[in-house]
């Protein structure tokens, strides 16, 4: 079975600000993908960036990007220039390569202060 | 394009009751799936249907069933209510799988 885990249930960052977004996961697998969903109080669940593990480059999408680190098992997530509107549940959710059914940490509020 | 769409939007039910909730997914997309969303934690994945045949269950009592119709919607039942039951209920669909998955706004499902 696959564990994932966010270290941080809360952080809060000034507008403009760069915050890292920390994930380590567990599995024996070796095809599986990794993925950051962002939930806002509305509660609809939104995909920010997904990453396949047999590839070795980075993620990036705008200002979010992550830094996978498939032998440690590390998946963080890099948002730059913080804006408002990035305030919401960050959860880091593991994939596997056969199946739709994702694992997904405990998340971390994140808070961006005007 | 419309997304995925859940219904209805809250429920109350109470202990030892029925529940039936519905899904349907993004035009074109054929697997779903089924997530339990408790206050503070992150969703649990209970149950997976693509091309309308069960690919995957998580670690659920057999209470909770869904099924997938050929037009690619499906339902969530859970029988026999409990308090711990009450959650946000979410559903995701995505065109392959495994593929990225995009969810629904959810079902807010309480047990009194």
């Known amino acids: 079975a696959q564990t994932v885990t966010q270290s941080q249930p809360e952080m809060s960052v000034q507008e403009a600000e760069t915050v890292t977004l920390s994930c380590t996961y567990d599995t024996s697998e070796s095809n599986y993908y990794l993925f950051w969903y962002k939930q806002p109080p509305s509660r609809q669940m939104i995909l920010v960036i997904r990453?396949?593990?047999?590839?070795?480059q980075n993620a990036t999408e705008n200002r979010f990007s992550v830094n996978f680190q498939k032998a440690a098992k590390s998946f963080s997530l890099k948002i730059s220039d913080s804006q408002l509107g990035d305030t919401a549940m960050y959860f880091c959710a593991f994939g596997p390569g056969n199946a739709d059914g994702l694992t997904f940490g405990k998340g971390t509020h994140l808070i961006i202060q005007p | 394009d419309a997304g995925v769409t859940q219904s209805p939007t809250h429920l109350i039910k109470t202990r030892g009751q029925h529940v039936t909730l519905r899904c349907s997914p993004i035009s074109g997309h054929k697997s779903v799936s089924w997530y339990q969303q408790v206050l503070g934690q992150g969703p649990q994945f209970i149950f997976q249907?693509?091309?309308?045949?069960?690919?995957g269950r998580g670690n659920f009592p057999d209470r909770f069933s869904a099924r997938q119709f050929p037009n690619y919607s499906s339902e969530l039942n859970v029988n026999a209510l409990l308090l711990g039951d009450s959650a946000l209920y979410l559903c995701a669909s995505s065109f392959l799988s495994p593929h990225e998955q995009f969810f629904g706004p959810g079902t807010r499902l309480t047990v009194l």
């Open positions: 249907y693509y091309e309308k045949e069960e690919r």
């Open positions: 990453q396949e593990a047999y590839k070795q």
